[in-house]
């Protein structure tokens, strides 16, 4: 579904993505791990024809991901999404799915289905305005999945959530995949990519350094340790020694 082919990204002189490969198939669960400044934003944006890759090709369901095509078999949850908070909850997933030129019919079915699963009908009919970080981001996904994805990108998606969103997204995760979406989520969170992926990608300073299933990265890199340990090994960020500092101790007076 997703097709990333010796990408590359450039931002002037420096390179935030090298000859990047990447797949992701249908159906598959892909947690894209990487520190601050990996490049995976970067190329998030490009899958979802955001950004223009510097070099390489980009497909998504087989379409040039910059292509009005592709971005209709494609959602995306960026890690700050944005509201009208003029509008209700309603109001919006109303003009989302126009904007998308829905049945009116099935689109208010559709609705009424999302608002459900999300659990959003205590709110759904007040403003954005009033809504906390995770009802905004209740109304965020169920708009992205409104006109039914092959594709679901998402970045950053449980930052800030109380456990019960958080449950909810993750939910959504698991039924997406399993109902043959391309599911592509990019966090910081590495137990939630250890509960989730089925498979997992470490990107540093642009390149992919490993590709697999976790029982696989713990074979390629003979390790018996956690993600955690893998990813600080791999990304030059083992465990700081703390060792130097010293207890504080108050003034003389």
Request: glycine share 10%; proline share 4%.
């Amino acid at each position: 579904m997703i097709h990333v082919n010796g990408v590359s990204k450039f931002y002037g002189t420096r390179r935030a993505v090298d000859q990047l490969d990447l797949n992701v198939r249908s159906g598959e669960l892909f947690a894209f791990l990487g520190p601050n400044g990996a490049g995976k934003t970067t190329t998030i944006k490009m899958i979802c024809g955001l950004l223009a890759p510097s070099g390489g090709s980009i497909t998504v369901a087989g379409l040039p991901a910059q292509s009005s095509g592709a971005r209709r078999q494609l959602a995306y949850v960026p890690d700050q999404p944005y509201l009208y908070d003029k509008l209700t909850g309603r109001e919006f997933l109303r003009f989302v799915v126009e904007m998308y030129g829905i049945e009116k019919a099935h689109a208010t079915r559709r609705i009424g289905d999302l608002i459900e699963t999300f659990e959003m009908s205590d709110f759904i009919d007040e403003l954005c305005e009033s809504y906390s970080h995770g009802m905004r981001q209740r109304v965020v996904f169920a708009s992205a999945l409104v006109h039914d994805p092959k594709v679901l990108v998402v970045d950053e998606p449980l930052v800030g959530l109380d456990p019960r969103s958080g449950r909810i997204v993750k939910d959504l995760f698991l039924h997406q995949a399993r109902q043959g979406v391309a599911v592509l989520m990019s966090t910081h969170l590495l137990s939630i990519a250890e509960e989730l992926s089925d498979t997992i990608g470490i990107i540093h300073k642009g390149k992919l350094l490993a590709r697999g299933t976790l029982p696989e990265l713990k074979q390629q890199f003979q390790s018996d340790g956690s993600l955690e340990e893998m990813f600080l090994h791999l990304t030059g960020g083992d465990r700081p020694s703390f060792d130097r500092l010293e207890p504080v101790r108050e003034a003389s007076r």
